[in-house]
């Protein structure tokens, strides 16, 4: 059986590249990501970058990064890609001390269906505003927004242009996070 750690255990560690989560005290160890993967995430991180630093809105980091959720209940996860926004920064120093104002979940066929539910759902347990699912099968984005009484979903897809509550100016297609 495995055994559970702390969160502090689970930070002590050596640094490393390798993807891992701490899921309510047990170490998950997750294969590195697929090339088509990293290929549109990359491509969304540069995007998004720029949107951030152009308008001096705040910090976009790309996993690994441990976003600590819960620290008593020992849930660490490393989403994808994450902002935090400029008067928020204080959240971050050498981790992300609770809930980024965006998250970003590349879907991958062996993370899909978890990305979608589970994770969706502690991000809005835990504060996030939003996050993005962007689906490189399918080449569209669902944003959801995660405001409380709002946990609205929209997809986009093609030439529609993506709209987002936590980055108003956001006005891209989603077809460019494929390009």
Known sequence: MPQR?????????????????LIFGLVREPPAPRFGHQTVLTRLAALLDAHVRERA??????????VVLDREAALV?????????ADRLALADDRIWGAPDLVVEVLSPGTARRDRTT?????ERYGVRECWLVD???WSVSVVDLAPGRA????YAGNRRMRSRVLPAWDLPAARMFA
Request: proline letters at 8%; aromatic letters at 8%.
């Open 5 to 21: 750690v702390s969160v502090a255990e689970y930070l002590d560690g050596p640094e490393s590249l390798a993807r891992r989560e």
């Open 152 to 155: 609205r979903r929209r997809i």
């Open 119 to 123: 994770k969706l759902a502690w991000y």
């Open 57 to 66: 809105l705040g910090r976009v980091c790309v996993a690994p990064v441990d």
């Open 77 to 85: 996860v490393q989403p994808d890609l994450v902002f935090i926004a």
């Open 136 to 138: 490189p099968q399918e």
